[in-house]
């Protein structure tokens, strides 16, 4: 099975308090599709203050919240580090990401 992997270009924390979302936005070249599976490094800096915020992934037209994979619930942004992969899958119903499992 193939894994397209790709490369975080930037993690941002915006908002405050319960509206705290971490953002990580991939390349804009990026297509999701319903029911794929992507590895994504993490390789920006992760910035001050993303310690149990929401996480979003977006290419800039395309979003979906991260959900820890067959619990439903919000994937909170604890312990993440540069040069980690994150396996998600998409799903768009509503716009999704499953966490499936982290390496590094």
Do not use: W
């Amino acid at each position: 099975m193939f894994i397209q992997r790709i490369r975080a270009e930037s993690i941002a924390v915006t908002g405050t308090g319960n509206t705290a979302q971490t953002t990580i936005t991939v390349p804009s070249t990026v297509t999701f599709a319903a029911g794929v599976t992507y590895d994504l490094l993490l390789s920006a800096q992760i910035p001050a203050g993303t310690d149990g915020t929401i996480v979003v992934i977006t290419n800039g037209t395309d979003e979906g919240e991260l959900y820890q994979f067959g619990i439903g619930n919000y994937a909170r942004a604890r312990n993440l580090g540069s040069r980690k992969i994150l396996r998600v899958q998409f799903f768009d119903d509503p716009a999704h990401f499953n966490l499936v499992c982290v390496k590094g």
